[in-house]
């Protein structure tokens, strides 16, 4: 089956740092990519659809100045946390879009924990 | 809009018990209904989805799930639970869009 990848698996970072998460379809093309959060014990909560070669689209309440996402090519999207701080921690998991509504399959990565200390 | 509601944050089942994990959503669209199950610090494994066929839909593992649109629900089931069960499952609606919208998850503990 289709594999999505991200790196990296776990980070700590001091506050105020960057942080860059990449997420990588290995072995089918993406147009599609999207970005969720999700804290302990609850839901994940999506807060970005990327599209290759265009700007995000952010979910409302999301901040596009803290959470800048690119989409360079079909099986790369990267989310870079800018700024850091403690309350940014958290389980970061991308997915990647392959096919055509409706019949389309989204693959998801083994996600990323990130701890802001 | 679109949205998910999962009875249950919590259900426990004995092994080779029948696994009953519910679903209800509303959708102002034909919806596509998906379950995905998520082990700990990993991502998300789809288990079956629901997009317009048949309304009784086979999945990996031996899960089932079943679509009512007169009772708006997606209930999974599985009849017999195994101790590799235990994890946290997710019900999950998209519209014409492709976006996923998640529900609060349900987690499944499977007794010996």
């Known amino acids: 089956g289709a594999v999505v990848s991200q790196h990296p698996s776990w980070v700590i970072c001091k506050s105020g740092t960057s942080v860059k998460i990449e997420c990588r379809s290995l072995d089918f093309q993406a147009t599609t990519m999207f970005w969720y959060r999700q804290f302990p014990k609850q839901s994940l909560m999506l807060m970005a659809t990327s599209n290759e070669g265009s700007k995000a689209t952010y979910e409302q309440g999301v901040e596009k100045d803290k959470f800048l996402i690119n989409h360079a090519s079909l099986t790369l999207s990267t989310l870079t946390v800018t700024s850091a701080h403690p309350e940014d921690s958290s389980f970061y998991i991308c997915?990647?879009?392959?096919?055509?509504?409706?019949?389309?399959?989204?693959?998801f990565g083994p996600g990323t924990r990130l701890t802001v200390t | 809009a679109q949205s998910v509601t999962q009875l249950g944050s919590h259900v426990s089942v004995s092994e080779g018990a029948l696994v009953l994990l519910r679903c209800n959503y509303s959708s102002s669209v034909p919806p596509y209904l998906f379950w995905y199950v998520q082990y700990p610090n990993q991502g998300l494994q789809l288990l079956l989805k629901?997009?317009?066929?048949?309304?009784l839909v086979k999945g990996i593992n031996g899960f089932e799930a079943e679509f009512k649109k007169s009772e708006t629900s997606f209930h999974l089931t599985k009849p017999s639970a195994h101790m590799s069960d235990a994890a946290e499952y997710f019900c999950?609606?998209?519209?014409?869009?492709?976006?996923?919208?998640f529900g609060q998850g349900t987690t499944l503990q499977v007794k010996p």
């Open positions: 629901y997009t317009s066929a048949a309304t």
């Open positions: 999950a609606v998209s519209g014409n869009t492709g976006k996923l919208i």
């Open positions: 997915s990647a879009r392959y096919g055509a509504l409706p019949s389309y399959e989204q693959y």
